[in-house]
């Protein structure tokens, strides 16, 4: 290796270095002045923990409070993750045309209207969907598409669970994920619902923010 590309590495290295320790010393700066935390708990594997253990959900959130645990995060819920609980059915309803339309059914008429709230802005709609009744009587949405369209939609944070967390002297922070259709005013709409449930933190999920 010659002397001039000696030097040139030597450079290269110490230009890497000195922007390396620009970065350390700011970020030093910033962290030296914020010195608290808090502990977060996940929403699901808190769940998760009183199944295993079999430990009631109200003890177990009376212990996390006493071991410093201030806040659980919550996650937005999905139209497939409801279905999987059975809080929703999903059905597949061919159009006379050959075409694909799914059918959104539940016994829970706040839960529907709220998947119907929160379709509106995430797939950018121009219009709320159409509200029909099926065969049993139960409240039901007309997407006219397939259910692998809006399958991994998010629909906002169970309001419920949102309650019981902040009764039991939670702070509620919203697990929150990107959506196609994301623009200034449904970000903004999306903030107003979360003031709107009590919380005025988030934690980004996903790849992106």
Do not use: C
């Not at 295993?52 to 806040?71: A, F, K, S, W, Y």
């Not at 121009?126 to 629909?155: K, M």
């Not at 309001?159 to 019981?164: D, I, L, T």
């Amino acid at each position: 290796m010659n002397r001039k590309l000696r030097l040139f590495l030597f450079a290269f290295i110490a230009v890497g270095a000195v922007a390396a320790a620009w970065v350390a010393v700011a970020r030093w700066q910033v962290e030296t002045r914020h010195r608290r935390v808090e502990l977060v708990a996940e929403w699901r594997q808190v769940q998760q923990l009183a199944a295993q253990t079999n430990i009631p959900m109200d003890r177990l959130l009376r212990e996390l409070r006493q071991h410093g645990v201030g806040g659980i995060s919550v996650s937005e819920d999905t139209i497939s993750g409801l279905r999987d609980d059975a809080a929703l059915v999903v059905e597949a309803d061919p159009t006379p045309d050959g075409g694909a339309r799914t059918v959104i059914s539940s016994y829970d008429e706040e839960l529907l209207d709220r998947v119907r709230t929160h379709l509106l802005p995430k797939l950018n709609l121009s219009e709320p969907l159409a509200v029909t009744r099926t065969e049993d009587g139960h409240p039901a949405l007309v997407w006219p598409g397939s259910f692998e369209q809006i399958r991994t939609i998010n629909v906002g944070l169970p309001p419920r669970e949102v309650k019981r967390l902040q009764d039991a002297g939670f702070e509620v922070v919203a697990r929150i994920v990107n959506y196609k259709a994301a623009n200034p005013s449904n970000i903004e709409w999306s903030r107003r619902n979360l003031t709107r449930l009590g919380m005025d933190k988030v934690i980004f999920g996903g790849a992106e923010v």
